[in-house]
């Protein structure tokens, strides 16, 4: 079965610190990949995503991911993190041409001033 | 709507009673699904519809938990006979769809679900 690992559960930084935030996956066919994130109180929200082309993919506020195909990977990035960041993060990756998202377990952000 | 409405947004029930949980999707998503997502837990799949049909019902935990759409629109979830490990927050989500395609998913704020 297609399963995504998150492997941080719990991740606290000082603000400017860089982030990263690890997401690999199972399934080894066409694989679409997203970031969502969660701020407190809030819904979840799409970060960004990958569905082909370049590799490097960015999304809204500063944050950005790599696909790296060999290593089954889609790390989330950030250089220069904020005390705003602090929220859970979510990898999800679903196969090309189904719809079903498959979410990892979630990561959760402390970023302290 | 602008966004995925779900109601209501917070329910304590009792353990055996029936509940219904209702999803209004983006206007004019095709695709609607269903999450939960327990306390420490990632996002669980629950159910997929695409229109009115529901091509990937795989997620649903038992024969509790059921779900329909009708006129390719709003969405229930029921969980009959409630225990309290159905206490969850449960997630609708819609997206654009349509057979073989990728869109992003966009999700509704939840119903939070306590099963006393």
């Known amino acids: 079965a297609q399963s995504v690992s998150q492997h941080n559960h719990h991740v606290i930084l000082s603000e400017a610190a860089s982030l990263e935030l690890g997401c690999n996956y199972s399934?080894?066919?066409?694989?679409?990949l997203f970031w969502y994130v969660q701020y407190p109180g809030q819904h979840l929200q799409l970060l960004l995503k990958y569905f082909s082309g370049d590799p490097l993919v960015k999304g809204i506020k500063g944050f950005e991911a790599e696909f790296i195909k060999s290593k089954f990977s889609f790390n989330l990035r950030k250089p220069s993190v904020q005390w705003s960041d602090t929220a859970e993060y979510f990898c999800?990756?679903?196969?090309?041409?189904?719809?079903?998202?498959?979410f990892g377990t979630g990561t959760r952000l402390l970023v302290s001033p | 709507g602008a966004g995925v409405s779900q109601s209501p947004s917070n329910k304590v029930t009792e353990k055996g009673k029936d509940v219904e949980l209702r999803c209004d999707p983006i206007s004019g998503h095709t695709a609607l699904y269903w999450y939960r997502q327990s306390l420490g837990q990632g996002l669980e799949f629950l159910i997929y519809f695409q229109g009115n049909s529901a091509p990937d019902k795989s997620g649903l935990p038992s024969d509790r938990f059921s779900a329909e759409r009708t006129g390719g629109s709003v969405s229930t979830l029921t969980i009959q006979r409630t225990q309290q490990e159905d206490s969850a927050v449960y997630l609708c989500a819609s997206s654009l769809g349509g057979q073989g395609s990728v869109d992003t998913i966009y999700f509704g704020e939840g119903s939070w679900l306590t099963v006393v």
């Open positions: 399934y080894g066919g066409t694989v679409n």
């Open positions: 999800a990756v679903t196969r090309t041409g189904f719809q079903k998202l498959v």
